[in-house]
């Protein structure tokens, strides 16, 4: 084969060879590379926790990528990619938060009058008011000094009933406001009047309120008295101190000036210092006996600080001691410390009392007791020895009177076998209640309706008064007259 025949097949040979690496190459797919990522999600989650927390997670995911490359030199190739993806996550909570509050910072408090009741009060003889479940006694020598210096022998003196509004809980509690009362003096409530005894001392007005076991009041002060009633503004002052006799009967004897108190329920129960106790069963000697006899069905006992003072309640009965109340024995002992009892009793062969051509009819006695004695030796006086009264309230209607009964024995049971009649008391009337503030001696009263009801009853026993459901105080102009009451009750 010559030159020219060797070449022209070397020729079809890579002609051959050439094509078909061409379409080798022409139909040969490219290369891919296939990277596989997990991609995390953000993720928003509200929750209601106290407060609001913003907290970024950071994501990190590394993905290993397979890379696959044949060259024609029939070289494998492999390559790991690492890919780093960073992703936020974002967790946000949002407080909901419900607070029973009393006190919105922005709005001015008021106490608005709802009811009033007032009666005009002679110093020398006291007088008691009454308005819902409020009961006020103004003991005989209370005095009113003015913002001017004047003081006032004769004054219209109200209680009157609020609706707070706005006006929150006591400072550092959550205490929920119930009502408010005052008093007013001439239609004025103002810290500048000032109930005074004769010398000008502060002397205490005394309240009582049958209110729940949990209820307690603050003073309200600061405020200004609009010429509609309403009291714009103020703030608590301070807590006031409430004796609980029992029964529901709270009594306050602090109080020496016409202003506002507001009535806030503490949740707490008041605890009642009374003890009670069981009389003993009389004998079969006394109940056959044909002599008058006291027999004691009810005793509420407390003790008594003299500087401090106390009440209890028995049945429909309330005694009231003040503070500053001593006890005179007998041997002329003063004591300080004392049990004081009030002892509520059955009447046995009490006859009706026949009183200028009326009769009176008993229905049942009390007395007081010190230490257990029922005795006219005993005295209750001040720190000087000078007698003092203890006030007793008789949930009774006003025409009903006693008289102090004397010359009985005291029997071990408790019972007093004997005695009689000795003077009628005076009692201040009030429209479902009496009131004593004269008795001074540990001795039975008994108390007797008269034959034929409220007919019978003087006018010389009744106090002027109005009540009103609104905020304007009445004025009632009444001329009254009482006896002088016994030395000692």
């Known amino acids: ?135 006020v006694i103004i003991r005989p020598g209370t005095y009113v000094m003015a913002p001017s210096g004047q003081m006032l022998s004769t004054y219209n003196f109200s209680i009157i009933d609020y609706e707070p509004v706005w006006v929150g809980s006591p400072p550092m509690t959550n205490e929920e406001p119930v009502f408010a009362f005052a008093y007013a003096v001439n239609g004025h409530v103002s810290p500048g009047y000032t109930f005074v005894n004769q010398e000008g001392k502060p002397y205490a007005v005394v309240t009582v309120v049958r209110v729940p076991g949990t209820w307690t009041t603050w003073t309200w002060l600061g405020f200004m008295q609009e010429p509609n009633g309403t009291l714009v503004g103020g703030k608590y002052a301070f807590i006031d101190s409430w004796d609980y006799a029992g029964s529901g009967l709270f009594v306050n004897y602090q109080f020496v000036k016409p202003v506002p108190w507001i009535f806030v329920n503490t949740g707490m129960p008041a605890m009642s210092p009374v003890t009670y106790t069981e009389p003993t069963t009389p004998s079969s000697s006394e109940v056959t006996t044909m002599e008058p006899e006291l027999i004691p069905v009810g005793i509420g006992t407390i003790t008594v600080n003299a500087t401090k003072g106390g009440a209890v309640a028995v049945g429909n009965l309330l005694a009231i001691i003040l503070p500053g109340t001593y006890v005179k024995t007998p041997s002329g002992q003063i004591l300080s410390t004392y049990n004081f009892s009030l002892v509520y009793q059955a009447v046995m062969n009490i006859p009706p009392l026949n009183e200028s051509g009326i009769y009176y009819w008993p229905v049942f006695s009390y007395a007081f007791a010190v230490n257990n004695q029922i005795s006219v030796g005993y005295t209750f006086v001040n720190a000087s020895g000078s007698p003092v009264p203890v006030l007793t309230v008789a949930f009774l209607p006003p025409w009903f009177t006693s008289w102090t009964w004397l010359g009985y024995s005291q029997l071990p049971d408790g019972a007093l076998l004997g005695g009689k009649y000795t003077f009628p008391n005076s009692w201040i009337p009030g429209d479902d209640y009496i009131v004593n503030v004269v008795f001074i001696k540990p001795v039975p009263w008994v108390f007797l309706a008269v034959e034929h009801g409220y007919v019978n009853m003087t006018d010389s026993m009744m106090q002027p008064s109005t009540t009103t459901t609104t905020s304007t105080t009445t004025s009632t102009t009444t001329t009254t007259t009482t006896s002088a009451p016994p030395v000692w009750g």
């Open 1 to 135: 084969m010559d030159v020219r025949s060797v070449g022209l097949v070397v020729a079809v040979v890579l002609a051959v060879v050439g094509f078909g690496l061409a379409g080798y190459f022409a139909v040969k797919p490219p290369m891919r590379v296939t990277v596989t990522t997990t991609m995390p999600t953000t993720v928003t989650t509200t929750t209601t926790i106290p407060t609001t927390t913003t907290v970024t997670t950071t994501a990190t995911t590394t993905a290993t990528i397979p890379t696959t490359v044949t060259t024609t030199e029939t070289t494998t190739t492999t390559a790991t990619t690492t890919a780093t993806v960073t992703a936020a996550v974002t967790t946000t909570t949002t407080m909901v938060s419900t607070t029973t509050a009393y006190q919105p910072a922005t709005m001015t408090p008021e106490l608005i009058p709802v009811a009033s009741s007032s009666v005009i009060v002679d110093a020398a003889k006291g007088a008691t008011l009454r308005l819902g479940n409020i009961i």
